[in-house]
């Protein structure tokens, strides 16, 4: 009997299917080891054609596939065993059309975000997501997870940014939705479906996606605040004097602060470390001069009433990095501390101070020298946590996840704002919905996906 790979091969051509060994020597991530990717092939296809190829031969042979982009993902949501075909949309890789009239661009798959960014700014527009992991995050997996990032109170996460989508579902049926419109009420709006499904309801191959114009001022400062409290007053103000031009506002708490700008870190304080809250506040705009006089006076108006401690701005390229880097180059967490545990989860700004609170004292009752570091994006609502308490046993991360997760359920947060379900926090998933979200969930997967071959054991 042929086997599913030599099948492969036969129909895609063997220049698209690694073997199991040629895929085992392939670099992981931080995120992912080896043993996590763990395939029985990797198929690499260069067109939907060959998708469809590949997933109509796995769906006739009960054959599981786990899609693959960047590998950036911190939830499970990529994780293959021997038994799994990876599909890897790495050589789907163009950018087909930047329409500067209509403000689009058109996209396969497996464009790299940062290549997507620099072609649009070439081009004279913006892409505005912005990711930390933008140098190897592929679109398509931004898509399936609904990516967030630095500026979603300003530009939405990735559903507010898709206008069209390609997909192709789990029989090698393609689904091409390729619309250019902001507005078509033409029945159901499908790319919704797929948006944020982690590659269980069909893989995406192409997407056009909506542009902005390109901003001709940028205007950054970091802040030191006293209270909690005045970080929310701040917010209200930004989001009032700054308006539109309003693009980032992170929080960071004083403990990572603190790690970030001490040795061994490369990073020096650009502002004192007694400070409880910081703030990294950005504006982008169409007019320097009259972008940075308002966003100064914003500052020192804010200076003058107490609302804010502190403040530096940005000068130059360089201190921009200085400033960003803090807040962005959160590998030196783990260089400091092993393990790890990292949370990304979402609640009410009013809510965030109490909750952060909470978390550290039932943390502190379990383990007195536990290391807790927070930051996150303020202005939507989510926040980033890092737990290290010394061990990394199966019981000992379920007892960190009930101490993270289960005060959200309370407030009507959510386990997860940006990064995803994946594999991790499905045993979760109950405190973010009800059972008639769960039960609607399996049946919208059985409906498009009946033999569950597509990324299997994720979500739900």
Same mark, same amino acid.
């Given at each position: 009997?042929?086997?599913?790979?030599?099948?492969?091969?036969?129909?895609?051509?063997?220049?698209?299917?690694?073997?199991?060994?040629?895929?085992?020597?392939?670099?992981?991530?931080?995120?992912?080891?080896?043993?996590?990717?763990?395939?029985?092939?990797?198929?690499?296809?260069?067109?939907?054609?060959?998708? !469809?190829?590949?997933?109509?031969?796995?769906?006739?042979?009960?054959?599981?596939?786990?899609?693959?982009?960047?590998?950036?993902?911190?939830?499970?949501?990529?994780?293959?065993?021997?038994?799994?075909?990876?599909?890897?949309?790495?050589?789907?890789?163009?950018?087909?059309?930047?329409?500067?009239?209509?403000?689009?661009?058109?996209?396969?798959?497996?464009?790299? $975000?940062?290549?997507?960014?620099? !072609?649009?700014?070439?081009?004279?527009?913006?892409?505005?997501?912005? @990711?930390?992991?933008?140098?190897?995050?592929?679109?398509?997996?931004?898509?399936?997870?609904?990516?967030?990032?630095?500026?979603?109170?300003?530009?939405?996460?990735?559903?507010?940014?898709?206008?069209? $989508?390609?997909?192709? @579902?789990?029989?090698?049926?393609?689904?091409?939705?390729?619309?250019?419109?902001? *507005?078509?009420?033409?029945?159901?709006?499908?790319?919704?479906?797929?948006?944020?499904?982690?590659?269980?309801?069909?893989?995406?191959? *192409?997407?056009?996606?909506?542009?902005?114009?390109?901003?001709?001022?940028?205007?950054?400062?970091?802040?030191?605040?006293?209270?909690?409290?005045?970080?929310?007053?701040?917010?209200?103000?930004?989001?009032?004097?700054?308006?539109?031009?309003?693009?980032?506002?992170?929080?960071?708490?004083?403990?990572?602060?603190?790690?970030?700008?001490?040795?061994?870190?490369?990073?020096?304080?650009?502002?004192?470390?007694?400070?409880?809250?910081?703030?990294?506040?950005?504006?982008?705009?169409?007019?320097?001069?009259?972008?940075?006089?308002?966003?100064?006076?914003?500052?020192?108006?804010?200076?003058?009433?107490?609302?804010?401690?502190?403040?530096?701005?940005?000068?130059?390229?360089?201190?921009?990095?200085?400033?960003?880097?803090?807040?962005?180059?959160?590998?030196?967490?783990?260089?400091?501390?092993?393990?790890?545990?990292?949370?990304?989860?979402?609640?009410?700004?009013?809510?965030?101070?109490?909750?952060?609170?909470?978390?550290?004292?039932? @943390?502190?009752?379990?383990?007195?020298?536990?290391?807790?570091?927070?930051?996150?994006?303020?202005?939507?609502?989510?926040?980033?946590?890092?737990?290290?308490?010394?061990?990394?046993?199966?019981?000992?991360?379920?007892?960190?996840?009930?101490?993270?997760? $289960?005060?959200?359920?309370?407030?009507?947060?959510?386990?997860? !704002?940006?990064?995803?379900?994946?594999?991790?926090?499905?045993?979760?998933?109950?405190?973010?919905?009800?059972?008639?979200?769960?039960?609607?969930?399996?049946?919208? *997967?059985?409906?498009?996906?009946?033999?569950?071959? $597509?990324?299997?054991?994720?979500?739900?």
């Amino acid at each position: 009997m042929t086997s599913i790979v030599d099948l492969l091969i036969q129909a895609v051509g063997k220049d698209a299917i690694l073997t199991q060994i040629e895929a085992a020597e392939r670099p992981a991530s931080r995120w992912l080891s080896t043993d996590n990717l763990s395939c029985k092939a990797l198929a690499r296809p260069i067109t939907t054609n060959d998708v !469809a190829t590949v997933l109509r031969l796995c769906h006739e042979h009960d054959q599981t596939v786990v899609p693959h982009g960047g590998l950036t993902n911190v939830v499970g949501g990529v994780t293959t065993t021997p038994n799994d075909v990876a599909l890897s949309l790495e050589r789907m890789n163009v950018i087909e059309e930047i329409d500067l009239q209509n403000k689009t661009v058109t996209v396969q798959a497996g464009v790299i $975000l940062h290549d997507l960014q620099k !072609a649009v700014a070439e081009a004279g527009l913006l892409f505005p997501l912005d @990711l930390g992991a933008k140098g190897s995050c592929m679109i398509g997996g931004n898509i399936s997870t609904n990516a967030g990032g630095l500026q979603a109170i300003r530009y939405g996460v990735m559903r507010q940014l898709v206008l069209g $989508l390609e997909v192709v @579902l789990a029989d090698g049926t393609v689904i091409s939705s390729m619309n250019k419109m902001l *507005k078509n009420n033409a029945g159901y709006d499908l790319k919704h479906l797929f948006i944020g499904s982690e590659g269980t309801l069909g893989i995406i191959t *192409k997407a056009i996606l909506k542009l902005e114009d390109a901003p001709k001022s940028k205007n950054t400062a970091l802040i030191g605040l006293s209270s909690f409290e005045k970080a929310i007053a701040f917010l209200q103000i930004a989001k009032r004097e700054l308006a539109n031009k309003l693009t980032t506002f992170e929080i960071i708490w004083q403990d990572y602060y603190r790690l970030m700008t001490s040795p061994p870190s490369s990073f020096t304080p650009p502002l004192p470390q007694n400070y409880p809250y910081y703030v990294l506040l950005e504006a982008l705009g169409q007019n320097q001069e009259a972008d940075e006089v308002h966003f100064q006076n914003l500052l020192e108006q804010s200076l003058e009433t107490g609302l804010i401690e502190d403040a530096t701005l940005a000068q130059s390229q360089q201190e921009l990095d200085w400033f960003w880097g803090i807040r962005e180059k959160v590998d030196f967490v783990f260089q400091v501390h092993q393990p790890v545990f990292l949370f990304d989860v979402s609640l009410p700004i009013t809510d965030m101070e109490s909750y952060i609170h909470t978390v550290i004292h039932n @943390l502190k009752v379990v383990w007195p020298q536990v290391h807790f570091y927070s930051f996150g994006h303020m202005g939507d609502g989510n926040l980033h946590l890092f737990v290290s308490c010394g061990e990394n046993t199966p019981e000992t991360r379920h007892r960190v996840e009930e101490i993270v997760f $289960l005060p959200l359920q309370k407030i009507g947060g959510s386990i997860t !704002a940006e990064h995803g379900i994946g594999l991790e926090k499905k045993p979760w998933l109950h405190l973010s919905r009800t059972p008639e979200e769960l039960a609607l969930m399996r049946t919208l *997967k059985q409906a498009l996906d009946p033999k569950g071959i $597509l990324n299997p054991g994720k979500i739900v």
